[in-house]
């Protein structure tokens, strides 16, 4: 069998010198394939002699095997190579700082409602909602605004489409939040305590004025409160939000759903044109509150023989502006990001007024 010798030399050699997986398999064909030459061969053995065969058998089995193995550990070898090259190809220096991704920031109108609902949740009040779009009775009846009341008039209020025929009172953009007031008696009954944040809806448009805008509506009822109650929070609410002991004035002023109606001004004054909150002897406008009208309450729901309450509403971005020293609400609308960039707050970075 001198023919066995013969090709283990030349496939064995062949295999080491393939260049790659395609020619090896060209050799792996050219040998072993269906029809390579030492598949060819093994049928031979059929026709030879059972003498001839013994000895053919085990030689012709173990070139076989020896060519298997050397195309297996060539094909390791080959593979072993080509990850090598892969790897010296993609060479990554993981040294190299990383690439800077462009991170949003947190509108002073969110951080700040967040700040009042921190501040009013540590007093006991829970936070409630109500829909933007309302209908006139929770926007105006049921707060006690008698159809002729200036506030209803077209100038002031949004209201929506009504289909030809459909001859309902249409709806409104709410003008303010104190329709939740209602909403949160009939939902939870007395006593109650609960702040309502969220965007209400005017035809405004000025430096200090946008048609949509955002306010902080409190309300708490329960059998003795009183506007000493009112007093305390609110001076409690904004000395704990600037951070600084601030005195309120309560001015005597007119809302129909309240009765006693209070404006309500916090100390400041005013140093080379930069406002400075809770100090001086110059006032500020920044609510509007009262105890609450028997006939309010009585729209949620709640007997006014047993219960009273008081009210207020105040503007989130007034808040903002004030305590972050933005000049123009116009801006807080208008989506710049530089705007948002040089006002915003990085989700970290944000100041809480969460009790520690
Ligand atoms: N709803 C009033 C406004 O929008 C504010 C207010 C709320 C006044 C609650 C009194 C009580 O101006």
């Known amino acids: 069998m001198d023919g066995i010798q013969d090709l283990r030399a030349k ?3 062949q ?3 393939a260049a790659g997986a395609e020619a090896l398999e060209g050799v792996r064909l050219a040998a072993l394939g269906k029809k390579g030459e030492i598949s060819l061969m093994m049928r031979e053995l059929g026709k030879m002699t059972p003498d001839e065969r013994q000895v053919a058998g085990p030689a012709l089995n173990g070139l076989k095997d020896e060519i298997d193995s050397a195309l297996k550990a060539r094909k390791v070898a080959l593979d072993d190579a080509a990850l090598d090259e892969r790897l010296k190809a993609e060479w990554l220096d993981v040294t190299l700082p990383g690439r800077p991704r462009p991170r949003g920031t947190i ?3 969110s951080q700040v409602t967040e700040e009042c609902t921190a501040i009013f949740a540590d007093m006991g009040f829970r936070v409630a909602e109500g829909p933007q779009i309302e209908t006139d009775w929770y926007n105006f009846d049921a707060l006690n605004i008698a159809p002729e009341h200036p506030a209803r008039q077209e100038h002031d ?5 009504r289909a030809a025929g459909d001859n309902r009172p249409p709806h409104v953009l709410r003008t303010h939040t104190s329709p939740v007031q209602i909403r949160a008696m009939q939902d939870q009954g007395a006593p109650i305590r609960v702040i309502a944040p969220g965007r209400v809806y005017r035809m405004d448009m000025d430096q200090t004025h946008a048609p949509m805008f955002h306010q902080i509506e409190g309300m708490a009822i329960d059998r003795d409160i009183s506007m000493a109650n009112l007093k305390w929070v609110l001076e409690e609410f904004f000395t704990a939000y600037f951070g600084t002991k601030v005195k309120t004035r309560f001015r005597a002023s007119h809302f129909p759903f309240t009765e006693p109606s209070a404006e309500v001004d916090i100390q400041c004054s005013w140093v080379n044109g930069q406002l400075r909150v809770g100090e001086g002897d110059g006032w500020l406008e920044v609510l509007g509150s009262g105890m609450m009208h028997p ?3 009585q ?9 009273q309450g008081f009210a207020f509403g105040m503007g989130i971005d007034r808040m903002a502006m004030l305590k972050y020293g933005i000049p123009d609400l116009r801006a807080f609308f208008e989506s710049d990001l530089r705007w948002l960039r040089h006002y915003g707050f990085g989700a970290l970075e944000a100041p809480t007024v969460h009790a520690g």
């Open 295 to 297: 006939k309010v309450l």
């Open 11 to 13: 496939y064995l050699e």
């Open 15 to 17: 295999i080491a010198g």
């Open 157 to 161: 209020t949004f209201f929506m489409h």
């Open 299 to 307: 729209a949620g729901g709640i007997d006014p023989d047993q219960w």
């Open 107 to 109: 509108h002073p109108v």
